[in-house]
């Protein structure tokens, strides 16, 4: 009997486990093909990503039903659907944006410039990288075969040099595993502080528990799912799309409901005529409108308020006190960036506190154990980042700078998804780039410019899929679960990031080797983006060390702005703390001239505008009725993007002309 007790637990756990990785390698394999190959709109991009959902959709509304009619015991409950979407999160995590977007692309494409470029092999010849971390070798007039067929496409006859490769792997896995590690370790530290102690709103987990939560009574699916707002919401949103991607391919045949507006021409008259591009035009985007009613109403009023503050700031500036510097506002979210995630640290200071000494001390329970491993595999993944920079000869010092500004912003980046659910914000590009171009040349070497700018590129802009913020929500979907259930699902997701590197690292492989551009013919290479990150940052500062200067110099104090930005999130923090009533968020300054909030404010305004107008005249029950419809517009938006890829799919199979049909900022 308790033989058979302990195989039927194993089969409860390896069950979850195997769906998920099948779902794993869907996601996989279907990101490069749709993505890159076909150009097609992103999948796998943002903390909602539609390839997972659609997954889980799936897995819920027909896999399950059919398990709970006809094998009651094989169906998964809302803890091992809460492991399936966990590894479904972490699974998108490296296919596009998170990292092979861009890594295989920027080393071929390094290699590629290198052997063009004698000004630029001199600058690598006095880096010395170690020649492991490339698929060829670097050098001016060098062949470079595994890299031009990379960028290019293979001849007739030419099999893919996957041996070329084999040493990245090992090389770069020597930085990307104790950076995961760090930052899954870094979510095991602040989940049980925001989440029980600080009462940190995590909207996301609200249309993420709705979904895989059990059916109650004799249901067969979710209460979610039996809701009639919510598959109005779902049906409205569906079609609207439906529609406008149906006007995309027959113009003068299908009507469409226009979702974006342009009144440029009501802004010519001085000064209105400064208003920036999205004051003027914009769209509505309902997975961002249906996340917003789920923000705390300060975050929400702030995100909003402080677009709209910044967009009179640069209207009053360029018409009356020009010139005026776009760059000023990205220094003020950069300070921001380095004030908000140590003022969370320093909130939760006795937290901090204790898991350090849990791993100096022991451990006395099960949450201390918890806590006590997450120490030492912070502590571990920081050290490990650290032999890796030293091995590529960056300054101690520097290195230090580097890992330091890794935690606070996966940190700062985890901090706003729990506090807004936004599934797709990142600051700029230039985050660490901006900070290594204000350090004294007599303290630059060629090493530390040059890793400066590539990892401050993966811990900034290339990490706009955060490890720890996809952690966090992951280890938390099943409410109930203890500590050690955190430690061992962990462990496990960690693994699914390691084993992503060399599944979804051949795809990309495979779909680059075999396609010179784009089917549409729009980009060549098929990331044309991807081949350019080194240039953009590493390759700049490495030009600018080796002239022995700076060559991009700021015409305003660029160091005072990132000082001012700093103290006014620093103030906000305070304030908001001081007095529950105080109505501006420092998280808001994070957002200030951001590519992805000026996309989606105006769709943060109506779910904010939606949620106070319901909760004054309807009360917290109407709020709580009317919950299930705004989980429908997230979850309609969803749907609708999954259907278009669809489409794109058949049609390109077909051999038919498409177009991608734009429905989320990506």
């Not at 993966?458 to 500590?483: E, Q, S, Y």
């Not at 990331?527 to 305003?556: D, N």
């Not at 919950?627 to 058949?650: D, K, P, Q, Y």
């Amino acid at each position: 009997m308790n033989d058979s007790f302990d195989e039927q637990g194993k089969t409860r756990v390896l069950s979850p486990i195997l769906i998920g990785l099948a779902g794993a390698v869907f996601i996989w394999f279907i990101t490069p093909y749709n993505n890159f190959v076909l150009g097609n709109a992103y999948i796998s991009d943002d903390f909602m990503p539609v390839a997972a959902l659609f997954v889980v959709l799936v897995l819920v509304l027909g896999v399950n039903p059919l398990l709970r009619r006809l094998a009651p015991g094989a169906a998964l409950n809302a803890g091992q659907m809460g492991i399936v979407f966990g590894i479904l999160l972490i699974a998108s995590v490296t296919p596009s944006q998170g990292l092979l977007r861009e890594l295989p692309y920027s080393l071929a494409g390094a290699a590629a410039r290198v052997s063009e470029d004698s000004g630029l092999a001199d600058a690598y010849a006095k880096l010395k990288p170690p020649p492991s971390l490339f698929p060829d070798t670097l050098g001016y007039g060098q062949d470079a075969p595994a890299s031009q067929s990379f960028l290019g496409e293979l001849g007739p006859g030419e099999r893919i040099p996957w041996g070329a490769w084999l040493a990245p792997l090992f090389a770069w896995s020597g930085f990307l595993l104790p950076w995961w590690i760090m930052m899954t370790a870094l979510a095991l530290i602040v989940l049980p502080q925001w989440r029980d102690n600080e009462r940190q709103p995590f909207p996301l987990w609200e249309v993420q528990r709705a979904l895989i939560e059990d059916p109650q009574d004799s249901g067969r699916v979710a209460p979610l799912f039996r809701n009639g707002g919510f598959w109005t919401a779902v049906g409205i949103v569906f079609c609207l799309h439906l529609l406008a991607g149906g006007q995309w391919y027959a113009p003068e045949r299908v009507p469409a409901i226009p979702l974006r507006w342009d009144l440029s021409a009501c802004f010519t008259e001085e000064p209105f005529r400064y208003l920036p591009w999205y004051i003027k035009s914009n769209r509505i985007h309902f997975m961002f409108l249906g996340m917003a009613f789920f923000m705390p109403k300060r975050v929400g009023f702030s995100i909003w308020f402080f677009q709209l503050a910044y967009a009179l700031l640069i209207m009053v500036r360029q018409a009356y006190y020009p010139p005026f510097h776009y760059g000023m506002i990205s220094d003020h979210r950069i300070g921001a960036w380095l004030a908000v995630p140590l003022g969370v640290m320093w909130l939760g200071r006795r937290h901090w506190q204790h898991v350090f000494r849990c791993v100096f001390r022991g451990a006395a329970h099960a949450a201390d154990r918890r806590d006590r491993l997450a120490g030492i595999a912070f502590l571990g993944g920081c050290l490990g980042m650290f032999a890796w920079l030293m091995w590529v000869r960056v300054n101690a010092v520097w290195a230090v700078a580097l890992i330091v500004l890794s935690v606070l912003y996966a940190l700062g980046l985890t901090r706003i998804v729990a506090e807004t659910g936004l599934p797709l914000m990142a600051p700029d590009t230039h985050y660490v780039l901006t900070l290594a171009r204000l350090v004294p040349v007599a303290w630059r070497t060629a090493a530390s410019m040059y890793w400066s700018g590539i990892v401050g590129f993966w811990i900034g802009h290339g990490n706009r899929l955060c490890v720890t913020t996809f952690m966090v929500h992951a280890l938390g979907l099943d409410k109930d679960a203890c500590p050690r259930k955190h430690v061992r699902l962990a462990g496990l997701l960690v693994g699914v990031l390691a084993l992503s590197l060399i599944v979804c690292g051949a795809a990309h492989l495979l779909a680059s080797y075999h396609h010179a551009e784009t089917l549409d013919g729009r980009q060549q290479p098929i990331s044309s983006w991807g081949t350019r990150c080194f240039a953009w940052t590493g390759e700049s500062l490495l030009r600018e060390w080796k002239a022995g200067q700076a060559t991009q110099v700021a015409p305003y104090n660029r160091a005072g702005h990132i000082v001012f930005g700093a103290a006014l999130a620093g103030l906000l923090q305070y304030l908001c703390q001081a007095s529950p009533s105080w109505p501006l968020h420092p998280v808001a300054l994070l957002f200030v001239g951001n590519w992805y909030a000026h996309r989606v404010w105006i769709s943060v305004l109506i779910g904010w505008l939606a949620k106070v107008l319901i909760l004054r005249y309807g009360g917290s029950r109407l709020y709580h009725r009317a919950r299930a419809v705004f989980v429908g517009l997230v979850i309609g938006e969803v749907v609708a993007m999954a259907f278009w890829v669809g489409v794109t799919i058949v049609i390109a199979a077909l051999g038919l002309p498409y177009r991608q049909v734009d429905i989320l900022p990506f």
